[in-house]
């Protein structure tokens, strides 16, 4: 079992911003690679970035450059920094984990443990 805790969503202007906090625990943090995936008001969730046990990280294309996925394994916690946001990234924002500890997945269904999910409204 895998428990995960996300923190650090609120409300913000357009061109600010946020950083994510998922936080881990249950099994060796080492052990599994993680996801961020974003779900808006009536949409379907959508895949954010994810980084592997070995720091390697997959974007969404349309994220990439304005978002920043980063781990620290001593405090078994990952982050999302994410800078010049727009009102359309306003969604619920959850962590996730993968126990195939290399894989880069984009699939919510192949992700076994999710959070809650932290609420981030961008305002125009």
């Known amino acids: 079992q895998v428990q995960l805790v996300e923190s650090g969503g609120g409300l913000v202007q357009a061109g600010g911003s946020l950083r994510l906090s998922c936080a881990a625990s249950?099994?060796?943090?080492?052990?599994?690679?993680m996801g961020w995936f974003r779900q808006a008001p009536g949409k379907e969730r959508e895949f954010v970035v994810v980084?592997?046990?070995?720091?390697?990280?997959y974007y969404a294309e349309s994220l990439r450059g304005r978002f920043t996925i980063s781990r620290d394994n001593a405090k078994n916690t990952v982050y999302l920094q994410m800078n010049s946001l727009k009102p359309e990234d306003t969604a619920v924002y959850y962590c996730?984990?993968?126990?195939?500890?290399?894989?880069?997945?984009?699939?919510?269904?192949?992700?076994?443990?999710w959070g809650q999910g932290t609420q981030v409204t961008v305002s125009s």
């Open positions: 996730a984990v993968d126990l195939a500890p290399e894989r880069l997945s984009t699939r919510t269904t192949t992700y076994d443990y």
């Open positions: 249950g099994r060796p943090f080492s052990s599994y690679t």
């Open positions: 980084i592997a046990w070995t720091g390697a990280t």
